[in-house]
């Protein structure tokens, strides 16, 4: 038994068996971590000496917890007290936050050992983690191909068995996309399930952090840790935190061969021919799965899906233009050495050289559709529009307890195919946009596999999309569709 093909699961108890000693692990994955990461691109940085300390403090009996001695890893963009924050950007370069993120600090006192920081688009924003600063990250499925984004570098370490489970953060679809591309599961939560204090800010509204694990246990399990409410944050709610792990088993269709006594929404809006084959051929098996297990498939309508992408793209870049403003050469972030005359050219220097390409586009985007004379007619519309889609779902949710969906319409491009056509990128949230403009917690789930034309096999997803507030009724629903396939078992040929 190799400790590096275990689930989080698996390996926290192999550990508290006594099977494995925590420094062993770690160990192993240090040395995958060496033997492989250098082509692949996932971790923008490691703290091995850190990482062994806490793993000999888990085999001494001084570190505790449900996540004690396994091996996980955290995505750029959450602050932590040690080591660097640099959000894949210049801009934060050099980065040292004086306080760590609630959900990174709930992870460690669950016993979870953090060996680095993930790879990500610079400041959340892409589709591909090809944006970062520190190059980019490659899908350990194809290295020809990109991991997804922007928590590419999360979706590809886990995939490519670098850690056990991840952090990600997902304001449009960056943790389910990527999850989809590598062929693992990616898990957004409600809004306000997770505290967002110490995620570094992109679009206030929509960011939710969540895990990436290789199975819906250990993302129930992550979950668990990770949720409830924290008076460091004023939209994180103050709500009941179910034992998700315990509720996958339990209840009304918990058993083996019981019903599963779900109504499963399926939507025309979200099928058709902008799917790729395998896509498609991915959804109806799901159905068929479903349907066996008892489930009763229901056609719905959500009228306003066309219209996520353009509002998600006017309300994430309005936000992201308020939240970037404070990095300025002088408050926060890189400040530029060339001399100036006066402070507004050491603004637009600092800012001309520590952001990439792509935050400078939506930056002015969102600054465009805040500015006078086009607040209403962009901004203020796109806030209509949001509550359109919202009640779309809400009217869904009266006739189905789950919504099944693609999560992605293609399998993953290939690296620098999308890089000089913005909205061909911005295109690939179609799927995933209109959850967070709602809040809903939705899951990607690993669910075929597609054959390139070179022959090598790239994963599909699919995605469950759930009421606001039942992730645990979202967690039985795609355990049981786990537990009836193996997809989520099949590893990238590393």
């Not at 953090?114 to 490659?138: H, P, Q, W």
């Not at 056609?299 to 994430?316: N, R």
Request: with cysteine.
């Amino acid at each position: 038994m190799d400790p590096i093909d275990l689930t989080a699961i698996e390996l926290r108890e192999a550990i508290a068996a006594g099977h494995f000693r925590a420094v062993d692990v770690v160990e192993a994955y240090l040395a995958r971590i060496e033997a492989l990461d250098g082509e692949l691109g996932c971790y923008r940085e490691t703290w091995p000496d850190r990482a062994r300390e806490r793993a000999r403090q888990v085999d001494a009996g001084a570190l505790t917890g449900p996540l004690a001695g396994v091996p996980v890893a955290v995505k750029d963009n959450l602050c932590t007290d040690h080591g660097l924050t640099a959000c894949g950007s210049r801009m934060l370069e050099n980065y040292r936050s004086p306080f760590t993120a609630t959900a990174v600090a709930r992870l460690e006192a669950a016993g979870g050992i953090i060996l680095g920081k993930t790879n990500m688009d610079e400041f959340a924003m892409g589709g591909s983690t090809e944006s970062s600063y520190f190059g980019r990250t490659v899908n350990p499925w194809d290295r020809s191909r990109v991991p997804g984004g922007s928590s590419g570098g999360s979706a590809a370490a886990v995939a490519a068995r670098l850690c056990t489970a991840a952090l990600g953060s997902d304001t449009g679809g960056s943790i389910r996309q990527p999850a989809a591309y590598c062929g693992i599961v990616g898990l957004k939560p409600s809004y306000g399930r997770v505290s967002r204090w110490g995620l570094v800010a992109f679009a206030s509204s929509l960011d939710q952090i969540g895990p990436m694990t290789h199975s819906v246990g250990d993302a129930a399990l992550l979950l668990g840790i990770i949720a409830g409410h924290d008076p460091l944050d004023s939209t994180c709610v103050e709500q009941r935190v179910p034992d998700y792990l315990a509720g996958l088993e339990s209840g009304e269709g918990g058993g083996e061969t019981a019903a599963l006594p779900m109504r499963i929404g399926v939507a025309r809006q979200y099928l058709g021919g902008a799917n790729h084959a395998a896509v498609e051929q991915a959804i109806e098996q799901a159905r068929e799965v479903l349907a066996a297990q008892g489930a009763q498939l229901v056609e719905i309508d959500l009228p306003h899906t066309e219209y996520g992408v353009p509002t998600y793209y006017l309300v994430a870049t309005s936000e992201a233009s308020s939240n970037l403003a404070r990095y300025d050469g002088v408050h926060y972030g890189h400040r530029t050495e060339a001399p100036v005359e006066d402070l507004v050219e050491l603004y637009s220097r600092s800012r001309a050289e520590g952001f990439g390409d792509e935050v400078k586009r939506r930056i002015m985007l969102g600054t465009f559709a805040l500015s006078s004379g086009y607040f209403d007619q962009y901004y203020a519309r796109a806030l209509k529009a949001r509550r359109l889609i919202r009640q779309d779902f809400d009217r869904a949710f009266q006739q189905c307890d789950v919504i099944l969906t693609p999560t992605a319409t293609d399998p993953a491009f290939r690296l620098g195919e999308k890089l000089d056509d913005p909205l061909a990128m911005y295109l690939n949230d179609v799927y995933t946009a209109n959850c967070n403009l709602a809040g809903l917690p939705a899951i990607s789930l690993p669910a075929g596999l597609a054959e390139g034309e070179d022959g090598t096999r790239l994963p599909v997803g699919l995605q469950l999309i759930g009421p606001l507030f039942q992730e645990e009724t979202l967690l039985q629903a795609a355990h049981r569709y786990q537990r009836h396939t193996d997809w989520h078992t099949l590893h990238p040929p590393l």
